[in-house]
């Protein structure tokens, strides 16, 4: 396979599951605020200021932002690199360069997606249509991963793809980790209750589609301890850190069997991390929580560094 | 149906009786042919087909089988429009064109052969040297070189219209990198998911052969010593207004889709740079201009051609579909001297006729031609797209005396030939919400190899939408037909 369609395949992995978190994110957050149980958690401007955050816009707490201009900033703004309409345009942009690897049918989803981003009024968007909008994008890109799943060849083409997905899926799980653990610090001022927050980690769970599951899991409302083994070190739970790690493993195995020996290659440093979470404990990542999310999104760029150098370098 | 608030679709159809219509006879019945498919249609309402234009449409859109405009340094996506009344072509009636474009196509292979070698129909006197020294489509790198088994064009697109006298005639013959065939398939496919029942009442001829055909061809034209080609489509990228057929005919032929910067160029070798290291090319596709193909050959500024492509040719390590060098024989007035290419290299009569055409360079055709304009349609020799045509009619007698002008300035640049009236055939045409009549053409695709060809049975039904319009093109706001060529 080329190199520079290798490099679209991927980053139109990752643009589809940006648009998604990012969508989610700004559902789940808006509209759970609009009922918080505390003060500073039904404040429109933290809520703003937290959306902000996830996408990596960060605004100083003591600047009012408008929420219409939010919205549209990261909803729709085609000037802003990570409104969900710049990454759509991205992904479909990477997919019309490699059109002749994928299959007619994911190719067509992707573009009736594409079309209802482009197309969604600003006006409606920004007054009315946060929920509908936010809620059709996360159905589109489930769309996209069950046409990829389903109609492409699991080869190298399905492995660049499922590489970029995962990057950005733990990238964006340990970020909206990140935000929502400094929103619960405080929403409460310090972590040293962990049981009364626990509105900040329903939200969490829920903005990473993952809140039911985790109920049924561990059978008590949710709490800081609980939410973050769930989603950083559960394998079984889809949007977990390490249920991610572990596709990033297998599908890079399935580029190159062999890198893996190559002490400077991508496939190493993943083994490398993937083996290093496979025997941590929450209770060794609680003692430290920013630290070990700082350490894991380096990590995840630098594989994705690698990766780059190795495979799309052309 | 109810028949109280719904109009039949035809209620409305008026017909031009100077005009040839390929669903009507004179005495306005039906033709045979079209009999069975009129009943069915006319079984539908103008709401219901109505409806079913849209659908075909966002099918194409969402497809994004589409292509490029550019208004306002802003991209507009564009899809081609599609009629849903398909054009059928009878089983005797297509025999005749298949081996009339193959003769056609073989013919130029010979005479782009000559005209590289031993300039023979030249030195005869039967083609003017002034024809080929005068083109800027002739390479000069192309003297005396051999291409991969013997073959110049491999890919060749007819033009055929249907005259008042109801007979085909050729327009033109297109060598160079003739597109459209990607809409010939997609056409057919739009149709049956639109209107899958009336397929049931004839006996169709497939077009999805077309891919596997043509990577036969490529992989027969293959370099000395290669055993299994690697065969690829080059094209100038995604931006490029035809990129979705580029895109299209390298995923249904199974082979990559690469562009200038993918591939490169050691020791007279082509590569491409995939994730696993170089690979070596031996076969490609090029749907990029003759002069872009290489910098260090052509011209020096292109930015979508390979660096020493040219050179692995000419040491036979590489193919390329179709040759660089193939435009000197799809020049409009080379067009003219067909029949006489034809007796020449095969000792046959042609199959298809010409449209007769005056050339400007001649003295006494020029004479007519400036006497006559009104009756004539003058084209440049050398623009593709349909730019630059004037139809002699349709003009004012101040335009008329512009384009004396214009031919005078250079005679070479022009010839002439008479307004030819392209047949009708019922069209949709959405202001008016009812079929009408438009002019048609048809496109037809011919592949030729080393002791192979092909000619796909069925091509692409292009139709003018404007009213009283000649010109198909899509660049000009034509449309298309899925046509069919019946079996029997």
Not at chain 2, 238 to 264: C, M, P
Request: aromatic content about 10%.
């Amino acid at each position: 396979m080329l190199a520079r369609v290798a490099n679209n395949l991927f980053w139109m992995g990752r643009y589809i599951e940006r648009a998604e978190h990012t969508a989610r994110f700004m559902n789940v957050n808006y509209f759970s605020s609009l009922d918080a149980p505390n003060k500073l958690s039904q404040s429109r401007q933290f809520v703003l200021h937290s959306i902000c955050s996830m996408i990596g816009d960060d605004v100083d707490d003591d600047i009012g932002l408008n929420e219409e201009d939010v919205f549209f900033n990261v909803g729709l703004n085609p000037e802003k690199p990570y409104s969900i309409l710049q990454c759509v345009k991205f992904a479909r942009e990477n997919a019309n360069s490699s059109r002749d690897m994928i299959s007619t049918e994911f190719y067509e989803s992707m573009n009736k997606f594409y079309h209802f981003v482009m197309n969604y009024p600003k006006t409606v968007f920004v007054k009315s249509g946060l929920h509908d909008f936010t809620t059709n994008v996360t159905e589109h890109t489930a769309i996209l991963r069950g046409k990829i799943r389903g109609t492409l060849l699991h080869d190298e083409v399905y492995a660049l793809i499922m590489l970029g997905i995962n990057i950005e899926r733990a990238t964006q799980i340990i970020r909206i980790v990140k935000t929502k653990f400094e929103d619960a610090q405080k929403a409460t001022g310090g972590y040293s209750n962990p049981i009364k927050n626990s509105f900040e980690w329903t939200t969490l769970l829920k903005c990473c589609e993952s809140y039911d599951m985790n109920r049924r899991f561990y059978k008590k409302p949710p709490v800081q301890l609980t939410v973050l083994e769930f989603l950083i070190l559960n394998e079984n739970c889809p949007r977990s850190v390490m249920n991610s790690l572990n596709q990033i493993q297998r599908h890079v195995t399935l580029l190159d069997m062999l890198k893996i020996k190559d002490k400077s290659s991508a496939a190493f440093l993943i083994g490398k991390m993937r083996s290093e979470y496979e025997f941590k404990t929450v209770e060794e990542i609680q003692k430290n929580v920013e630290k070990f999310i700082e350490n894991t999104l380096n990590t995840l760029v630098e594989i994705s560094e690698k990766l780059e150098k190795e495979y799309f370098n052309y | 149906m109810d028949l109280g608030t719904s109009k039949p679709i035809f209620s409305s159809y008026q017909k031009n009786k100077d005009l040839f219509d390929e669903i009507f006879d004179e005495r306005n019945n039906v033709r045979p042919t079209y009999k069975m498919i009129f009943d069915l249609y006319s079984d539908h309402s103008i709401e219901e087909f109505a409806g079913l234009n849209e659908k075909a449409k966002a099918s194409f859109f969402n497809q994004g089988i589409t292509f490029q405009v550019y208004s306002d340094k802003k991209a507009l996506e564009k899809i081609f429009p599609f009629d849903l009344f398909p054009r059928i072509i009878e089983a005797k009636e297509w025999k005749t064109i298949e081996k009339g474009v193959l003769q056609r196509s073989k013919a130029l292979n010979h005479f782009i052969w000559d005209l590289y070698h031993e300039k023979n129909i030249i030195k005869e006197g039967i083609v003017p040297l002034d024809l080929i020294s005068s083109s800027v489509n002739y390479l000069r790198q192309m003297i005396d070189l051999d291409p991969p088994g013997g073959i110049y064009n491999h890919i060749s697109g007819t033009d055929l219209i249907k005259h008042s006298d109801g007979k085909y005639y050729v327009l033109e013959d297109n060598i160079r990198c003739p597109s459209g065939v990607s809409y010939v398939i997609c056409n057919r496919n739009a149709l049956k998911r639109a209107l899958f029942g009336v397929f049931n009442h004839y006996q169709i001829h497939a077009v999805t052969n077309y891919a596997e055909n043509l990577l036969e061809i490529m992989e027969s034209v293959k370099p000395n010593h290669v055993d299994v080609p690697n065969c690829v489509v080059i094209t100038p990228g995604i931006f490029n207004s035809a990129y979705y057929e580029h895109s299209y005919l390298a995923k249904t032929i199974g082979i990559e889709l690469v562009e200038g910067r993918d591939l490169f160029v050691e020791n007279d070798f082509v590569y491409m740079k995939t994730i696993s290291g170089p690979e070596k090319v031996d076969v490609i596709y090029r749907r990029i201009d003759d002069t872009f193909l290489d910098p260090l050959e052509f011209r020096q500024d292109s930015a979508i051609g390979v660096p020493g492509l040219f050179a692995a040719y000419k040491k036979g390590n590489v193919s390329i579909v179709n040759a660089p060098g193939t435009g000197v024989a799809d020049d409009k007035a080379i067009y003219t001297y067909m029949p006489e290419i034809i007796k020449y290299y095969l000792d046959e009569k042609p199959i298809l006729s010409n449209v007769h055409t005056y050339h400007c360079s001649k003295k006494e055709d020029l004479k007519y031609v400036l006497e006559n304009i009104a009756k004539l349609v003058i084209k440049p020799v050398d623009e593709a797209g349909g730019y630059g045509i004037s139809i002699g009619n349709r003009l004012t007698k101040t335009e008329i005396e512009n384009v004396k002008k214009v031919i005078l300035e250079n005679p070479r640049k022009y010839i002439a030939q008479p307004i030819m009236s392209l047949s009708v055939h019922a069209t949709y045409c959405e202001d008016s919400q009812s079929f009408e009549q438009r002019h048609v053409d048809l496109r037809t695709f011919t592949l030729l190899g080393k002791d192979k060809s092909f000619v796909l049975k069925g091509g692409l039904t292009r139709v003018a939408l404007k009213k009283g319009n000649l010109i198909v093109n899509s660049s000009q706001g034509g449309g298309s037909k899925d046509t069919w060529v019946l079996k029997k």
